[in-house]
């Protein structure tokens, strides 16, 4: 069949990796955002204190 067919193992190994790469997506937009909730309090702190040296 010159390439045409694709066997179903072939099928259920690509379900698999796409279910690895929705569950990848998923953990590491959670961590990202854990990430860029420390980065903001961080800065707020910074901000906070160079206002407190104007003060």
Same mark, same amino acid.
């Given at each position: 069949?010159?390439?045409?067919?694709?066997k179903e193992d072939?099928?259920?190994?690509? !379900? /698999?990796?796409?279910?690895? &790469? @929705? *569950?990848?997506?998923?953990?590491?937009?959670?961590?990202? !955002? /854990?990430?860029l909730d420390k &980065? @903001? *309090?961080?800065?707020?702190d910074y901000w906070?204190?160079?206002?407190?040296?104007?003060?």
């Amino acid at each position: 069949e010159n390439g045409k067919v694709v066997k179903e193992d072939t099928l259920e190994k690509l !379900k /698999e990796i796409r279910q690895n &790469l @929705k *569950d990848l997506k998923h953990d590491i937009s959670k961590h990202a !955002k /854990e990430l860029l909730d420390k &980065l @903001k *309090d961080k800065v707020k702190d910074y901000w906070q204190k160079l206002l407190d040296k104007l003060k």
